[in-house]
């Protein structure tokens, strides 16, 4: 029986951190993945795939928006496949880049499925030979998350998908039902929607992406409609069905009925634990569906920690790397100081949504007034230059106009112009350094500027400075 002082669960962006922090501190390690491939669900089933379609998506939009001059029309049954272009390069690539990293720091590579014996023990099942029995003084349990199934909607895989399997589909369906107001219903709606396809969005509140403030949801929204995409929002789905002929009928609880060629089910998503056997460890998942951490990552059980998405928000791949990396030095008592709460987030529809810091909601009912300052892409040069019509950038302060207590942008490059405001929070700086400082013109960049002599322009005992 072999003996690893750390077993890592996982080799999605969590599960490769952690195992490489455990190894250059010296450990040896073993990484469990069940998948032939390196990178779980974010690298073959989401962030990457979902990513290059959106890139594809938005030339086809920009390029039908130039139909005066291409004439641009998409071919009738288009097949996926060339909406995704070079993914297995990509892919592979990736697959390869992981494998030497995990080789070049001597981390043992097992391909199989893992579930506990004890607290201590994990049976390994592989495809082929015996099980084998595996034990550490530590594991970290990195397996990711699934879709969550409703029990109202009947998942097949073929007419009615979840966000794992949606892009299996072999044609560019003519329309598309999507359930849900999240991250990825958010995404798939709009990148279908500029691809042609009659998208009908379909959730229970008001508006899509409840974490963020409604001005800019509300420009998402627009920017979805614009394209011809349908929200409707404050409506319950009572039911879906496949016809068995060529339509999936959704219907819902006020008695309207949407009627698609496909559906696709974005109800969240739970810890991917389901063939783990966590109570032989002594673990138990939340009321969320998550594994439970302490502030050090820790479960219950003193030498068995988690990260990633099995723990539930943000899951985020960016903060997914740094609790991976945090967990092993935690758990072999390696000091770090305390993880940053600045993690931006990004929303990869069309057009991209960034967030970093407190909402506007959110800071009204901490401190009693804030002032805010926006920008709107379309007053800036390069937003007309570039044709944006639905961005916005957004700057929430203290109630003195001076400390910045979070930034939101929607429109397009929002989740690369995030990371100005970012480093400005992060360096405790005032507003005023965005007015100080000189961007490149035109830039979407300038937007700072805009928004922080917004903010400067209603304060009252600072006024005059300016």
Sequence with gaps: MKHFDVIVIGSGPAGQKAAVQAAKAGKTVAIVERDQWLGGACVHRGTIPSKTLRENALRVKKMRENAALSNFELAEDLEMSALIDRLNDVLQAHDGFMAKQ????????????????????????KVRGEPEILKATNFIIASGSIPKKPDNVAIDHENIFDSDSILTLLYLPKSLTVLGGGVIASEYAS????????????????LPLGFMDADLTEKFVHAFQEMGGTWLGETVVKSVEWDGVSEV???????????SSKL???????????????????????????VSVDEMLKTSVDHIYAAGDVIGPPSLASASMEQGRRASCNALGIGVGPMSKMIPSGIYGIPELSSVGLTEQQASKELSGVIVGRANFEE??????????????????DPQGEKILGVQIVGEGATELIHIGQMAMLSDSNVDIFVESIFNFPTLAEAYRVAALAVIGQRTAQSEKY
Aim: aromatic share 4%; proline share 0%; charged share 25%.
């Design 249 to 259: 009928i959704t219907t819902c609880e006020d008695g309207s009925v949407v009627k």
């Design 380 to 397: 800036i040069s390069r937003g007309q230059i570039n044709d944006i019509h639905d961005g916005m950038l957004k700057i929430i302060c």
């Design 191 to 206: 990148i279908f929607q500029a691809l042609g396809v009659k998208v009908t969005m379909i959730d229970r509140y008001a």
């Design 264 to 290: 696709l089910c974005a109800a969240g998503r739970e810890a991917n634990v389901k063939d783990l056997h966590i109570e032989k460890a002594g673990l138990a998942l939340n009321e969320q569906g998550n």
């Design 102 to 125: 995990i080789e070049r720091n001597s981390i043992e590579r097992i391909h199989g499925r893992a579930c506990f014996l004890s607290d201590q023990e994990l049976e390994i099942t």
